[in-house]
């Protein structure tokens, strides 16, 4: 993760709208945790901002509003790699969550601002359970990017290395900027294909924060 417009070359980072085999190594599927915002009001603001955006953003981004927690890495039965995600981890995690003890809170979703690499709509959580959640489900190298973590929408990624000022511009004149208020009642467990950039999210399974129980979706083939 990236602090905003945190580039020293003064330019946006280009994105590379190719499968990345070096990364993946034939792993399907990559796994993370995040806030499932995918609500009507969200999707229109998220989708406004990406016109507002026009000629600056990859084509066919089609990833559902969400708020990235933690990153998992690649789900399997049998872990091998330093980024596979096994059983072990989910166990971990699950037993984290539920000594906090987490319940429902609100989040406002509202700017539009940018990292480097994307644009997105701020998140702000003001009673910190954001951050207590990610506490909860860090480990490993992956999220070494805690301290510069920002809450985030995501409304696509850049297709070039456009000059800051001139995209701070664009940024600045969209005018739909009235806070939209979420009710946050679990986390989700999400996964996309690997080989595609910026392509759909699957959700894997639901952590309910009420009943404290995590829930396998019937859509999603069971990673372990």
Same mark, same amino acid.
């Given at each position: 993760?990236?602090?905003?417009?945190?580039?020293?070359?003064? =330019?946006? %980072?280009?994105?590379? !709208?190719?499968?990345? /085999? &070096?990364?993946?190594?034939?792993?399907?599927?990559? $796994? *993370?945790? #995040?806030?499932?915002?995918?609500?009507?009001?969200?999707?229109?603001?998220?989708?406004?901002?990406?016109?507002?955006?026009?000629?600056?953003?990859?084509?066919?981004?089609?990833?559902?509003?969400?708020?990235? =927690?933690? %990153?998992?890495?690649? !789900?399997?039965?049998? /872990? &091998?790699?330093?980024?596979?995600?096994?059983?072990? $981890? *989910?166990? #971990?995690?699950?037993?984290?969550?539920?000594?906090?003890?987490?319940?429902?809170?609100?989040?406002?979703?509202?700017?539009?601002?940018?990292?480097?690499?994307?644009?997105?709509?701020?998140?702000?959580?003001?009673?910190?359970?954001?951050?207590?959640?990610?506490?909860?489900?860090?480990?490993?190298?992956?999220?070494?990017?805690?301290?510069?973590?920002?809450?985030?929408?995501?409304?696509?990624?850049?297709?070039?290395?456009?000059?800051?000022?001139?995209?701070?511009?664009?940024?600045?004149?969209?005018?739909?900027?009235?806070?939209?208020?979420?009710?946050?009642?679990?986390?989700?467990?999400?996964?996309?294909?690997?080989?595609?950039?910026?392509?759909?999210?699957?959700?894997?399974?639901?952590?309910?924060?009420?009943?404290?129980?995590?829930?396998?979706?019937?859509?999603?083939?069971?990673?372990?």
């Amino acid at each position: 993760m990236e602090t905003a417009f945190s580039a020293p070359n003064g =330019l946006t %980072l280009r994105n590379e !709208p190719r499968d990345f /085999p &070096e990364w993946h190594l034939g792993r399907p599927h990559y $796994a *993370l945790w #995040a806030l499932e915002v995918d609500v009507p009001a969200l999707r229109q603001r998220v989708a406004a901002a990406a016109r507002h955006l026009s000629g600056l953003l990859l084509p066919d981004y089609c990833r559902q509003p969400h708020v990235t =927690l933690s %990153l998992c890495g690649f !789900p399997g039965a049998c /872990p &091998e790699h330093a980024d596979d995600f096994g059983v072990a $981890a *989910l166990a #971990a995690q699950l037993a984290a969550l539920r000594h906090a003890q987490p319940r429902p809170f609100d989040i406002e979703v509202g700017a539009l601002a940018s990292f480097t690499s994307a644009p997105y709509l701020a998140v702000q959580n003001a009673g910190g359970q954001i951050a207590a959640l990610r506490q909860c489900l860090a480990g490993g190298s992956l999220n070494d990017f805690y301290d510069a973590y920002t809450p985030h929408v995501t409304v696509g990624l850049y297709a070039d290395a456009w000059p800051m000022p001139e995209v701070q511009v664009r940024l600045a004149s969209f005018a739909d900027r009235e806070a939209l208020r979420l009710r946050i009642p679990g986390i989700s467990l999400l996964s996309y294909a690997s080989a595609r950039i910026g392509g759909e999210l699957a959700c894997m399974a639901r952590y309910d924060f009420q009943s404290e129980t995590l829930h396998w979706t019937a859509s999603q083939p069971y990673p372990f």
